[in-house]
């Protein structure tokens, strides 16, 4: 298992493009050189920019009409907090409301 941290690569099942993970969720603690990412780094279009194009809706819409909204993370760490938060590792995935599932493709782990 491997943390996901800041910058790591993030792919939709409906996505063209993969994007990259903003974490703003947990300013101070590190992993890396990278800040830990948590079940809070959700926010469609600041956490999470979009995919380019989308098998379902044409253009992805987390930078427009999902934009701020929250999303649901899965799997995320069991039994560990940071900053009272849930951490996310490389099996925890992301739920678009529209039916795509994002997961990790990359955690920013070298």
Do not use: H
């Not at 050189?33 to 948590?38: C, I, L, N, R, Y």
């Not at 959700?42 to 701020?68: D, T, V, W």
């Amino acid at each position: 298992m491997e943390y996901i941290k800041d910058q790591a690569i993030l792919d939709c099942d409906k996505g063209l493009l993969s994007s990259t993970l903003i974490v703003t969720s947990n300013p101070k603690i590190k992993l890396r050189d990278g800040k830990f990412a948590t079940d809070k780094d959700n926010i469609a279009g600041l956490n999470i920019p979009n995919f380019g194009l989308c098998g379902l809706k044409g253009i992805c819409r987390l930078n427009l009409e999902l934009s701020g909204v929250p999303l649901t993370w899965i799997k995320t760490v069991p039994k560990i907090k940071v900053l009272d938060k849930k951490p996310l590792s490389d099996v925890s995935k992301c739920i678009c409301p529209y039916g795509g599932v994002i997961s990790c493709k990359n955690s920013g782990q070298l």
